[in-house]
Nanobody, 121 residues
Framework: QVQLVESGGGLVQPGGSLRLSCAAS????????MGWYRRVRGKPRELVASITSGGATNYHDSVKGRFTISRDNAKNAVALQMNSLKSEDTAVYYCHAEGLVAGTGEDFGSWGQGTEVIVSS
């Protein structure tokens, strides 16, 4: 019922920047939290950053000061600006949203398909 479409991954050199974007569509009444997770092969998925509808943010310690999450509530969109990228940031990044479905008011939790970020020289 709620779909997330991501864009913006790719190959970048260490120290470079990338911007990930994600837009939600479908039967949406409200989105409470949007965020970005990442998964490195062989490791569990981890939260990178999240942002509430009120603008409160939360970051993984390893990205504080380098990544910035932002949100456009009117467009049901979230972005992740990644600066000073390191090789250990290499992963598949997933957009996530939690909220309420329009009409029924049921909770939803949706994931994007993932976008790969490779930090390498």
């Amino acid at each position: 019922q709620v779909q997330l479409v991501e864009s913006g991954g790719g190959l970048v050199q260490p120290g470079g920047s990338l911007r990930l974007s994600c837009a939600a569509s479908g039967s949406i009444r409200a989105i409470n939290v949007m965020g970005w997770y990442r998964r490195v092969r062989g490791k569990p998925r981890e939260l990178v950053a999240s942002i509430t509808s009120g603008g409160a943010t939360n970051y993984h310690d390893s990205v504080k000061g380098r990544f910035t999450i932002s949100r456009d509530n009117a467009k049901n969109a979230v972005a992740l600006q990644m600066n000073s990228l390191k090789s250990e940031d290499t992963a598949v990044y997933y957009c996530h949203a939690e909220g309420l479905v329009a009409g029924t008011g049921e909770d939803f939790g949706s994931w994007g398909q993932g976008t790969e970020v490779i930090v390498s020289s």
